[in-house]
Protein backbone atom coordinates (compact mmCIF):
# COMPACT_ATOMS: atom_id res chain seq x y z
CA UNK A 1 0.00 0.00 0.00
CA UNK A 2 1.62 3.57 -1.28
CA UNK A 3 1.52 6.16 1.20
CA UNK A 4 -1.17 8.21 0.18
CA UNK A 5 -3.69 4.79 0.11
CA UNK A 6 -2.40 3.89 3.60
CA UNK A 7 -2.62 7.83 5.17
CA UNK A 8 -6.25 7.89 3.54
CA UNK A 9 -7.73 4.52 4.04
CA UNK A 10 -9.44 5.63 7.11
CA UNK A 11 -10.17 9.29 6.09
CA UNK A 12 -13.50 8.67 4.00
CA UNK A 13 -15.54 11.15 5.83
CA UNK A 14 -13.30 14.12 5.81
CA UNK A 15 -14.33 15.19 2.89
CA UNK A 16 -16.14 18.58 1.67
CA UNK A 17 -20.03 17.88 1.98
CA UNK A 18 -20.45 20.16 -1.62
CA UNK A 19 -17.45 18.97 -3.24
CA UNK A 20 -17.17 15.44 -2.60
CA UNK A 21 -13.37 16.39 -2.52
CA UNK A 22 -10.95 16.29 1.27
CA UNK A 23 -11.42 18.67 3.48
CA UNK A 24 -7.92 21.81 3.93
CA UNK A 25 -7.70 20.51 7.05
CA UNK A 26 -7.15 16.53 6.44
CA UNK A 27 -4.93 18.01 3.25
CA UNK A 28 -2.67 19.71 5.51
CA UNK A 29 -2.25 16.61 7.95
CA UNK A 30 -1.34 14.90 5.14
CA UNK A 31 1.08 17.11 3.74
CA UNK A 32 2.33 17.25 7.33
CA UNK A 33 2.46 13.31 7.17
CA UNK A 34 4.34 13.71 3.46
CA UNK A 35 7.22 16.01 5.58
CA UNK A 36 7.61 13.51 8.49
CA UNK A 37 8.44 10.92 6.46
CA UNK A 38 10.55 12.89 4.08
CA UNK A 39 8.27 12.21 0.99
CA UNK A 40 8.56 14.20 -1.80
CA UNK A 41 6.10 16.13 -3.34
CA UNK A 42 4.40 19.07 -5.49
CA UNK A 43 1.67 21.01 -3.76
CA UNK A 44 -0.47 23.15 -6.31
CA UNK A 45 -2.97 25.64 -5.54
CA UNK A 46 -6.17 25.85 -7.67
CA UNK A 47 -8.17 28.98 -8.85
CA UNK A 48 -11.59 28.61 -10.81
CA UNK A 49 -11.51 31.37 -13.00
CA UNK A 50 -14.00 33.91 -13.15
CA UNK A 51 -15.63 31.95 -10.73
CA UNK A 52 -17.11 35.45 -8.78
CA UNK A 53 -18.35 36.53 -11.79
CA UNK A 54 -20.25 32.87 -12.36
CA UNK A 55 -21.70 33.14 -9.04
CA UNK A 56 -22.74 37.38 -8.84
CA UNK A 57 -24.51 36.54 -12.58
CA UNK A 58 -25.92 33.32 -12.25
CA UNK A 59 -26.66 33.06 -8.16
CA UNK A 60 -25.16 30.48 -5.50
CA UNK A 61 -27.21 27.72 -7.13
CA UNK A 62 -25.48 27.58 -10.41
CA UNK A 63 -21.88 28.75 -8.60
CA UNK A 64 -22.36 25.51 -6.18
CA UNK A 65 -22.71 23.55 -9.04
CA UNK A 66 -19.75 24.74 -11.34
CA UNK A 67 -17.89 23.49 -7.82
CA UNK A 68 -19.54 20.43 -7.43
CA UNK A 69 -18.80 19.52 -10.92
CA UNK A 70 -15.02 21.05 -11.49
CA UNK A 71 -14.17 18.94 -8.36
CA UNK A 72 -15.66 15.81 -10.11
CA UNK A 73 -13.47 16.79 -13.34
CA UNK A 74 -10.67 17.97 -11.58
CA UNK A 75 -10.35 14.52 -9.17
CA UNK A 76 -10.73 12.15 -12.74
CA UNK A 77 -7.78 14.47 -13.99
CA UNK A 78 -5.49 14.47 -11.33
CA UNK A 79 -5.95 10.67 -10.48
CA UNK A 80 -3.40 8.26 -9.34
CA UNK A 81 -0.93 10.31 -9.30
CA UNK A 82 -2.05 13.08 -6.40
CA UNK A 83 -5.07 13.68 -4.20
CA UNK A 84 -7.21 16.59 -4.17
CA UNK A 85 -9.05 19.27 -1.68
CA UNK A 86 -11.05 22.25 -1.13
CA UNK A 87 -9.23 25.02 0.38
CA UNK A 88 -11.79 27.08 0.89
CA UNK A 89 -14.55 29.16 -1.67
CA UNK A 90 -12.95 28.23 -5.22
CA UNK A 91 -9.38 27.48 -4.10
CA UNK A 92 -8.40 23.83 -4.81
CA UNK A 93 -5.48 22.69 -3.56
CA UNK A 94 -3.66 19.30 -5.54
CA UNK A 95 -0.55 17.40 -3.87
CA UNK A 96 1.13 15.02 -6.10
CA UNK A 97 3.35 12.70 -4.55
CA UNK A 98 6.89 11.96 -5.88
CA UNK A 99 6.42 14.50 -9.03
CA UNK A 100 9.52 16.93 -8.60
CA UNK A 101 11.28 17.18 -12.10
CA UNK A 102 9.95 20.02 -14.12
CA UNK A 103 8.62 18.33 -16.88
CA UNK A 104 6.71 15.97 -14.86
CA UNK A 105 4.77 18.66 -13.16
CA UNK A 106 4.26 20.38 -15.69
CA UNK A 107 2.53 17.46 -17.31
CA UNK A 108 0.63 16.41 -14.40
CA UNK A 109 -0.41 20.40 -14.69
CA UNK A 110 -1.03 20.22 -17.89
CA UNK A 111 -3.52 17.41 -17.93
CA UNK A 112 -5.50 19.66 -15.32
CA UNK A 113 -5.43 22.78 -17.72
CA UNK A 114 -6.74 21.02 -20.60
CA UNK A 115 -9.30 18.98 -18.10
CA UNK A 116 -12.37 21.19 -18.24
CA UNK A 117 -15.47 20.18 -20.11
CA UNK A 118 -19.01 22.57 -20.28
CA UNK A 119 -21.03 22.62 -17.48
CA UNK A 120 -24.63 22.82 -16.98
CA UNK A 121 -26.78 24.25 -13.99
CA UNK A 122 -30.08 25.81 -13.84
CA UNK A 123 -30.87 26.41 -17.01
CA UNK A 124 -27.65 27.82 -17.56
CA UNK A 125 -26.45 25.69 -20.19
CA UNK A 126 -22.89 24.88 -21.43
CA UNK A 127 -20.08 26.86 -19.08
CA UNK A 128 -17.16 27.18 -20.21
CA UNK A 129 -14.11 26.71 -17.55
CA UNK A 130 -11.06 27.66 -17.33
CA UNK A 131 -8.33 27.40 -14.45
CA UNK A 132 -5.10 28.88 -12.73
CA UNK A 133 -2.53 27.05 -11.16
CA UNK A 134 0.55 27.51 -9.02
CA UNK A 135 2.87 25.22 -7.69
CA UNK A 136 5.50 24.68 -5.83
CA UNK A 137 8.02 21.92 -4.97
CA UNK A 138 8.86 19.95 -1.38
CA UNK A 139 11.52 20.00 -1.07
CA UNK A 140 13.23 21.09 -4.37
CA UNK A 141 12.07 24.53 -3.80
CA UNK A 142 12.18 25.01 -0.02
CA UNK A 143 12.33 22.77 2.91
CA UNK A 144 10.35 24.70 5.11
CA UNK A 145 6.17 24.13 4.88
CA UNK A 146 5.21 27.88 4.89
CA UNK A 147 7.71 28.83 2.46
CA UNK A 148 5.99 26.02 -0.14
CA UNK A 149 2.67 27.66 0.66
CA UNK A 150 4.06 31.32 -0.20
CA UNK A 151 6.28 30.31 -3.24
CA UNK A 152 3.23 28.47 -4.64
CA UNK A 153 0.87 31.46 -3.95
CA UNK A 154 3.60 33.48 -5.63
CA UNK A 155 2.99 31.44 -8.89
CA UNK A 156 -0.38 31.13 -8.80
CA UNK A 157 -0.14 34.97 -8.45
CA UNK A 158 2.03 35.76 -11.37
CA UNK A 159 -0.62 33.26 -13.41
CA UNK A 160 -3.63 35.73 -13.22
CA UNK A 161 -1.65 38.49 -13.98
CA UNK A 162 -0.55 36.70 -17.33
CA UNK A 163 -4.56 36.78 -17.75
CA UNK A 164 -5.36 33.28 -16.40
CA UNK A 165 -5.91 30.16 -18.09
CA UNK A 166 -2.20 28.81 -17.25
CA UNK A 167 -0.38 27.21 -14.84
CA UNK A 168 2.78 28.94 -12.99
CA UNK A 169 6.03 26.35 -12.03
CA UNK A 170 7.47 28.23 -9.58
CA UNK A 171 11.86 28.86 -10.62
CA UNK A 172 13.70 30.86 -8.42
CA UNK A 173 15.73 32.35 -10.78
CA UNK A 174 12.15 33.93 -12.65
CA UNK A 175 9.53 34.93 -9.77
CA UNK A 176 11.75 35.33 -6.67
CA UNK A 177 10.71 38.78 -6.73
CA UNK A 178 7.22 38.76 -6.71
CA UNK A 179 5.30 40.17 -4.01
CA UNK A 180 3.35 37.78 -1.90
CA UNK A 181 -0.43 38.05 -1.71
CA UNK A 182 -0.69 40.11 1.54
CA UNK A 183 0.90 42.91 -0.78
CA UNK A 184 -0.94 42.65 -4.04
CA UNK A 185 -3.22 45.51 -3.14
CA UNK A 186 -0.35 47.90 -3.30
CA UNK A 187 1.07 46.39 -6.82
CA UNK A 188 -2.37 46.72 -8.41
CA UNK A 189 -3.24 50.41 -7.17
CA UNK A 190 -4.59 52.54 -9.80
CA UNK A 191 -1.67 54.03 -10.04
CA UNK A 192 0.08 50.81 -11.56
CA UNK A 193 -3.05 49.83 -13.65
CA UNK A 194 -2.95 53.25 -15.58
CA UNK A 195 1.01 52.82 -16.03
CA UNK A 196 0.32 49.52 -17.40
CA UNK A 197 -2.43 50.41 -19.75
CA UNK A 198 -0.10 53.53 -21.13
CA UNK A 199 2.65 51.47 -21.47
CA UNK A 200 0.21 48.62 -23.45
CA UNK A 201 -1.52 51.64 -25.55
CA UNK A 202 2.25 52.91 -26.62
CA UNK A 203 4.51 49.46 -27.24
CA UNK A 204 3.40 49.87 -30.90
CA UNK A 205 2.07 51.90 -33.87
CA UNK A 206 -0.97 50.00 -34.17
CA UNK A 207 -3.18 51.63 -32.15
CA UNK A 208 -6.25 49.96 -32.75
CA UNK A 209 -4.85 46.72 -32.23
CA UNK A 210 -3.32 48.13 -29.08
CA UNK A 211 -6.83 49.31 -27.70
CA UNK A 212 -8.90 46.03 -27.95
CA UNK A 213 -5.45 44.26 -26.01
CA UNK A 214 -6.21 47.15 -23.02
CA UNK A 215 -9.94 46.61 -23.30
CA UNK A 216 -9.85 42.79 -23.37
CA UNK A 217 -7.33 43.00 -19.89
CA UNK A 218 -8.98 45.79 -18.13
CA UNK A 219 -12.85 44.17 -18.91
CA UNK A 220 -11.28 40.96 -17.08
CA UNK A 221 -9.12 42.60 -14.37
CA UNK A 222 -12.50 44.96 -13.43
CA UNK A 223 -14.71 41.68 -14.06
CA UNK A 224 -17.40 43.60 -16.18
CA UNK A 225 -19.70 42.57 -18.65
CA UNK A 226 -18.77 44.67 -21.57
CA UNK A 227 -15.99 47.76 -21.91
CA UNK A 228 -16.10 49.59 -25.55
CA UNK A 229 -15.27 52.93 -27.28
CA UNK A 230 -18.22 54.43 -28.90
CA UNK A 231 -16.73 56.99 -31.38
CA UNK A 232 -18.87 60.69 -31.33
CA UNK A 233 -20.46 60.06 -34.95
CA UNK A 234 -22.26 56.85 -33.10
CA UNK A 235 -20.15 53.32 -33.99
CA UNK A 236 -18.86 50.99 -32.10
CA UNK A 237 -15.17 51.03 -32.35
CA UNK A 238 -13.24 48.92 -30.14
CA UNK A 239 -15.10 46.59 -27.36
CA UNK A 240 -14.60 43.65 -24.87
CA UNK A 241 -16.91 41.36 -24.21
CA UNK A 242 -16.91 39.10 -21.14
CA UNK A 243 -17.66 35.33 -22.33
CA UNK A 244 -19.84 34.99 -20.20
CA UNK A 245 -22.06 38.18 -20.26
CA UNK A 246 -25.74 37.37 -21.27
CA UNK A 247 -26.30 40.33 -23.66
CA UNK A 248 -23.15 40.51 -25.99
CA UNK A 249 -24.41 42.62 -28.36
CA UNK A 250 -23.79 46.32 -27.56
CA UNK A 251 -25.83 48.91 -29.44
CA UNK A 252 -25.07 52.83 -30.10
CA UNK A 253 -26.17 55.79 -27.59
CA UNK A 254 -26.90 58.85 -29.28
CA UNK A 255 -24.34 61.51 -28.63
CA UNK A 256 -26.93 63.88 -26.90
CA UNK A 257 -28.21 61.15 -24.35
CA UNK A 258 -25.05 60.51 -22.79
CA UNK A 259 -23.72 64.54 -23.13
CA UNK A 260 -26.83 64.75 -21.15
CA UNK A 261 -26.18 62.41 -18.21
CA UNK A 262 -22.42 63.67 -18.28
CA UNK A 263 -21.40 65.81 -14.97
CA UNK A 264 -18.57 68.56 -15.40
CA UNK A 265 -16.21 66.07 -15.26
CA UNK A 266 -17.23 64.37 -18.02
CA UNK A 267 -17.97 60.82 -16.85
CA UNK A 268 -21.05 59.43 -15.36
CA UNK A 269 -22.40 56.31 -13.46
CA UNK A 270 -25.19 54.56 -12.21
CA UNK A 271 -25.33 51.23 -9.86
CA UNK A 272 -28.57 49.95 -10.69
CA UNK A 273 -30.87 50.48 -13.10
CA UNK A 274 -34.45 48.93 -11.68
CA UNK A 275 -38.00 49.75 -13.29
CA UNK A 276 -38.74 52.03 -9.92
CA UNK A 277 -36.08 53.99 -11.23
CA UNK A 278 -37.34 54.55 -14.58
CA UNK A 279 -41.16 55.35 -12.91
CA UNK A 280 -39.49 57.85 -10.85
CA UNK A 281 -36.65 59.47 -12.86
CA UNK A 282 -37.29 59.10 -16.40
CA UNK A 283 -33.60 59.85 -17.09
CA UNK A 284 -33.13 59.57 -21.30
CA UNK A 285 -29.55 57.72 -20.72
CA UNK A 286 -31.55 54.98 -18.23
CA UNK A 287 -34.76 54.57 -20.51
CA UNK A 288 -31.77 53.58 -23.32
CA UNK A 289 -30.03 51.53 -21.32
CA UNK A 290 -32.50 49.84 -19.88
CA UNK A 291 -34.20 48.89 -23.49
CA UNK A 292 -30.74 47.20 -24.17
CA UNK A 293 -30.78 45.34 -21.03
CA UNK A 294 -28.27 47.11 -19.48
CA UNK A 295 -28.88 47.66 -15.73
CA UNK A 296 -25.22 49.76 -14.62
CA UNK A 297 -23.02 51.58 -16.16
CA UNK A 298 -20.18 53.97 -16.19
CA UNK A 299 -19.42 56.34 -19.06
CA UNK A 300 -16.41 58.53 -19.29
CA UNK A 301 -16.10 60.97 -22.24
CA UNK A 302 -12.95 60.54 -24.63
CA UNK A 303 -11.94 63.92 -24.77
CA UNK A 304 -8.87 66.83 -25.00
CA UNK A 305 -9.72 70.08 -24.58
CA UNK A 306 -12.42 70.47 -25.81
CA UNK A 307 -12.47 68.14 -28.86
CA UNK A 308 -14.83 65.12 -27.78
CA UNK A 309 -13.51 61.78 -29.63
CA UNK A 310 -16.08 59.60 -28.24
CA UNK A 311 -16.50 57.39 -24.53
CA UNK A 312 -15.60 54.68 -22.90
CA UNK A 313 -18.22 52.66 -21.98
CA UNK A 314 -18.27 50.15 -19.12
CA UNK A 315 -21.50 47.79 -18.50
CA UNK A 316 -23.28 45.21 -16.46
CA UNK A 317 -26.03 43.45 -18.16
CA UNK A 318 -27.05 41.34 -15.17
CA UNK A 319 -30.41 42.49 -13.40
CA UNK A 320 -28.93 40.30 -10.10
CA UNK A 321 -26.16 41.92 -9.14
CA UNK A 322 -25.43 45.39 -10.81
CA UNK A 323 -22.47 47.15 -9.66
CA UNK A 324 -20.95 48.74 -7.04
CA UNK A 325 -18.45 51.33 -8.57
CA UNK A 326 -15.77 51.48 -6.41
CA UNK A 327 -13.50 55.08 -6.56
CA UNK A 328 -10.54 52.77 -7.86
CA UNK A 329 -12.44 51.42 -10.68
CA UNK A 330 -13.39 55.09 -11.75
CA UNK A 331 -9.81 56.23 -11.45
CA UNK A 332 -8.87 53.83 -13.68
CA UNK A 333 -11.60 54.37 -16.43
CA UNK A 334 -11.02 57.93 -16.20
CA UNK A 335 -7.43 57.77 -17.04
CA UNK A 336 -7.78 55.13 -19.33
CA UNK A 337 -9.88 57.79 -21.79
CA UNK A 338 -8.05 60.29 -20.89
CA UNK A 339 -5.07 58.77 -21.83
CA UNK A 340 -6.54 57.30 -25.14
CA UNK A 341 -8.10 61.41 -25.82
CA UNK A 342 -4.11 61.80 -26.14
CA UNK A 343 -3.04 59.76 -28.51
CA UNK A 344 -6.04 59.77 -30.83
CA UNK A 345 -4.86 64.11 -30.85
CA UNK A 346 -1.50 62.76 -31.93
CA UNK A 347 -2.30 60.26 -34.05
CA UNK A 348 -4.62 62.94 -36.12
Known amino acids: MNIKDEFFKDKKSCVDPLTKIYTRDIIFNYI ?20 KYINDTY ?31 DELIIVYVGIQTYEDVWAAAHDVLKSPKPI ?5 DDLSLTYTLGLARYPFDSTELTTIFDLADKALYRGKAKGRNC ?21 FSPMYITTKLYRDLTKNNNLDK ?8 LGNYLMLDRLSIQSFDGKITNKFIHKLAKNKEILPISPNIIEHSL ?80 LYKNKK
Request: with cysteine; aromatic share 10%; hydrophobic share 40%.
Open 59 to 89: GHLVGDTVLEEASKQLKAAVGDKGIIGRYGG
Open 263 to 342: SSSRFCYYNVITKADLDTNKIPLHLEYYKQEVYAYAIVEISYQKQVFGYLRSEMVSLNTGRIWQQRDLVILINLANTIAL
Open 32 to 51: EHLVEKKVEFTYAILDIDNF
Open 167 to 187: FIIYLEEKHKDLILQSERTKI
Open 210 to 217: NINEVLDF
Open 120 to 124: SASGV
